[in-house]
Nanobody, 127 residues
Framework: VQLQASGGGLVQAGGSLRLSCTASGRSFSTYGAGWFRQAPGKEREFVAA????????RTADAVRGRFAISRVNAKNTVYLQMTSLKPEDTAVYYCAADRGPIFTGPARTEADYYDYWGQGTQVTVSS
């Protein structure tokens, strides 16, 4: 499966963005999905994850209450809605897919579970 992330850009603090991750090559419903980010000079960190059915989601403490992950399997797309953005949210955001065998299995927060990665989209939040 190939993943294409889009929707990044430059936004002022307090603003919103919606990232999209579209899969091609295979139905996205056969994969759990996650968003990770990496800021300059920092390690990649988990942001949010969603299981295959969309019934289980996880978000990192740093973004909980501000970011929300969702999916529309019919569109082969996973979204990350980001609100109340802060300068510390500035990073390259990556979407990833994991071959979770169970449709209603848990959303995965660890990067090692993920088998496929998109190319990343830059999010810059100005103060």
């Amino acid at each position: 499966v190939q993943l294409q992330a889009s929707g990044g850009g430059l936004v002022q603090a307090g603003g919103s963005l919606r990232l999209s991750c579209t899969a091609s090559g295979r139905s996205f419903s056969t994969y759990g999905a996650g968003w990770f980010r990496q800021a300059p000079g920092k390690e990649r960190e988990f942001v949010a994850a969603i299981n295959r059915s969309g019934g289980d989601t996880r978000t990192a403490d740093a973004v909980r209450g501000r970011f929300a992950i969702s999916r529309v399997n019919a569109k082969n797309t996973v979204y990350l809605q980001m609100t109340s953005l802060k300068p510390e949210d500035t990073a390259v955001y990556y979407c990833a897919a994991d071959r979770g065998p169970i449709f209603t299995g848990p959303a995965r927060t660890e990067a090692d579970y993920y088998d496929y990665w998109g190319q990343g989209t830059q999010v810059t939040v100005s103060s």
